[in-house]
């Protein structure tokens, strides 16, 4: 017995609720298939009703609903163009046969209008015929004939309009293609449209371009009139003044090589005393460190032991004692024996037991230590035997040129700060001025075009390169041409950038020059550089006209003064005993110094400025390199992942020529970066470590700098510390 049950039954009907054991068969009058759900699957065809379980138990299933499932064989399959060309393909071919299709529905309509007007007609015509037979026998003949008379007129009727419809389905046709053929028109209309408005766009911009240089041409032409008559205005002055000139320029000479004489022995007197001086100090450090060493070794043995295998090492020390001591025997080594170095690293200059540890971890393999060892009978024991190596290394900044013959003078940088008091040497011409000795504090400042091969560009400013050092770019045009130039647009000196890294002395043509300003040569990278800073200062000027670049194209050396001068401080030497030195930043707003230590490895830091960068990744562990251009640049990494000379090593490699390593512990001792049991000899680079944190700093400064152009915004930075003992410099 089936029983049928609905949710909103009321308790009347108890008798009729479903009850354990009933079998559920139904629902919504919809038959319950006792088909699997694979089952139902496989059939071709069928409408299937199945249960969803939403929890099962040992008492039975709970139903939440059900599932209607309809499987069917497809008939007819409707799909959609993607392509546009064929869709709009297929719009035309729908208009044109749906145009076809309505005038054949009409012309259809009419003739069956036209039927069963006829079949009417017919109809009529034979009732009458046969009310007429009925009725008037007699006149059957001229029925007979009249209505012969009658079809042949409605045939006749039919055949016109048969013809009219014809004819306006023709017309119609027609129509359809004349609206076709309108259509195809507006397209190629459009098209010559398009064409059009270019070529009226390309003949725009060539009117505008044949105005600009129009407009340009007429601007030059005034500038070369008003340069005309200003080279005018100086061909007089020159032959007005020539004889002073002549004489001034005698005196001048003569009163400057007595300066430079005296100069140079003041300076002289001055370097020995130096020298005496310095021979002094070191001589009583040497004799300090010899006491205190003697000292030491009256007082312990060294114990060597070099632990080559990696894993545990088996040393076991007295807690939280520094220096860290033995606990128990390790043979050779004893109870009590203190830790002294590891791989070369004096470990007595750390006063924590977490410093020691941080060393003891990054060390490479193997490992050697030395313990000292207290001694019972002093007059009996023997003094260990130690070997020292250096070897000296060039280092950052070093001139690679310096066995070039070269000028008398060289060039001083007296602003921005961060470069005071640098000098680079520079090769004077064969032609022009060849007394280059001008203590004046000049701006520098780039020709335009850089060449100078043709008239240089002022922008509206006429005192652009007046009074000022010129830097032009070899090549193109001769030597002489360009100093002819610079020399018209009054400026006071011409430097050449060579494109190499080395100066000659330019050699000037057969004819005679009249030229008077001095000209000179320096390198590839000493010009780049000078390129960097300036663009750096322009990028950060924010309109303050003071941010420039100043030189004097003399030494104190020649008779000049003594420099003088914010960034001054920058060229001391550093004479702090508590840190190694100090490393300054400058981005074109601010400078920003850091408290460094050097490292075990690699050469001495030079004084020279320097590009410094970022280096990405941080770590510089990974042998592809750095995915920043590193060449020529300081580069600025993060401790950890992998050895300090392995990090010195890859920036070596890639073209980098210092490494500065941020500190990963928030201590504020920095540590001095070991060389490992090889002592390092293929690292040639410099190499230092900066605080904890100092990153952050770094990024803050090149997020503040500007650059220009889309330029990569560019930092300078300069290291001030003192002789590195550990490398011999």
Known sequence: MVTNVAYQESEQHDAFHPVVGDQLVRANNHLISSLSFGEI?????GTYVLPIVSESGSKGHKISRFAKIEIFDAHSLTFRPTDGQRIHK?????????????LERRAEEL???????????????????????ENHEVKRENDEKSFEKNREQSIKVEEMRKKEEAQRIEKIKLETKNMLQIEKQKE??????SVLEMKTMQIQAERDREKREEENTKALEKANEANAKHLEQLNEEKKKNEENIKYDEEKKRKLAQKIIEDEAIAAAKKQAAIAAEKEAKEEAEKQEEGEKKAERERQYDIVDITFRTRGPLGLFFVPEKVPMTLDRDHPPLKRGDEMMSLNGMDLLQYETIDEIMAVLIEATWPKGFQFRRPRTDVSGSSKPKTSTASKSQEGVGTDTHTDKILSSTKMTIVSPPILFGMTYNFQVAKFGNRQVIDCTERKIVFSEPYAACKPLKTFGQNDRYKDKLVFVQRGICMFSDKSERVEENGGAATVVVNNKNDIIEMPGPKKQLNLHKPSVMISKDTGTFFIQITDILDANADGDETKHMTVRMADTSEGCNPLKGKGAEYTYPWTNKKLDGKLHIWNGKETKSFDVAQSGFGSSWTNEPKRIVLAEPRAACNDKGFSVNVQNSIVVVERGECSFVDKARLIQKVGGIGMVCVNSSPRPRLLMMPAGPGGAPDVTISAMMIPHGSIDEIERLIAEAKSTGGKRKTLIARAQVKSNPKTGQ
Do not use: W
């Open 41 to 45: 699957l496989s059939n071709n065809e």
């Open 90 to 102: 297929m719009r035309k071919l729908i208009l044109e046969k749906r145009s076809v299709e309505n």
């Open 111 to 133: 003739q069956k209008k036209t039927r069963a007007q006829n079949t009417l007609a017919s109809a009529e015509k034979r009732a009458q015929v046969q009310n007429m037979r």
């Open 188 to 193: 190629e209309l459009a098209k010559q449209k």
